[in-house]
């Protein structure tokens, strides 16, 4: 299994476009066979979404899905920072 935590900080000014496309983002991954877990957790303007995959076949199918490109095209102005991306392994 592959964790993933991807953070995303809104400007403020744009908080509710980055809300709109995260939710879509999220809403079309959750569909996906290798998909365990794609969870959003928000606080004020930042986006936080912790991911579970099967295996790394299903992580790279996901990773060229035409949403999630479209996602990170359309996100690159709308955020504070540019988008964290975490991999990790559960260590306890």
């Known amino acids: 299994m592959i964790s993933i935590t991807a953070i995303i900080k809104?400007?403020?000014e744009?908080?509710?476009e980055v809300?709109?496309?995260?939710?879509n983002l999220v809403t079309q991954t959750k569909n996906e066979e290798a998909c365990i877990?794609?969870?959003l957790h928000t606080t004020e303007n930042v986006f936080i979404i912790w991911e579970e995959w099967k295996d790394q076949a299903g992580l790279d199918i996901h990773n060229n899905q035409p949403y999630l490109q479209d996602f990170i095209k359309q996100s690159e102005s709308?955020?504070?920072?540019p988008i964290l991306v975490y991999k990790t392994t559960q260590s306890l």
């Open 14 to 16: 744009n908080l509710e």
């Open 19 to 23: 809300k709109n496309l995260v939710h």
């Open 78 to 81: 709308l955020v504070a920072t």
């Open 10 to 12: 809104s400007k403020q």
């Open 37 to 39: 877990r794609y969870d």
